[in-house]
């Protein structure tokens, strides 16, 4: 079986530790490990299966199960590459800087 290997940019990591903030912040630091644990769940599938859903051009999407967070990421086929672009929240205003 082939696998693929993930890298995260740094906007990606950055999106990441400002939902565990939140997480921590708001709700606790449980909720804030949960969703540490889920996003490297998903990021260990992308190794196996990276081939979702295109949301648009290149760029692949895999949502989370408990949280209402999207992943966006592109594959390099030739070099079995998955670049992790963002973890953005799905309520999250693009335009603005971490709103709800």
């Known amino acids: 079986m082939r696998e693929f290997k993930v890298v995260v940019s740094d ?3 950055q999106d990441i530790r400002e939902a565990i903030s939140y997480y921590t912040t708001e709700a606790n630091k449980t909720v ?3 969703f540490s644990s ?3 769940v998903k990021f260990k599938s992308l190794k196996t ?3 979702h859903s295109i949301r ?3 760029v692949y999407c895999l949502p989370t199960n408990i949280f209402p967070y999207m992943i966006h990421f592109t594959i ?4 079995s590459l998955v670049y992790v672009h963002a ?3 799905t309520s999250r205003n693009p335009n603005d800087t ?3």
Do not use: G, Q, R, S
């Open 11 to 13: 906007n990606a990591k």
């Open 32 to 34: 804030a490990k949960l």
């Open 38 to 40: 889920e996003i490297k």
């Open 49 to 51: 299966f990276p081939k």
């Open 56 to 58: 648009y051009n290149d």
């Open 76 to 79: 390099n086929d030739a070099e």
């Open 87 to 89: 973890v953005i929240h």
């Open 98 to 100: 971490w709103t709800y």
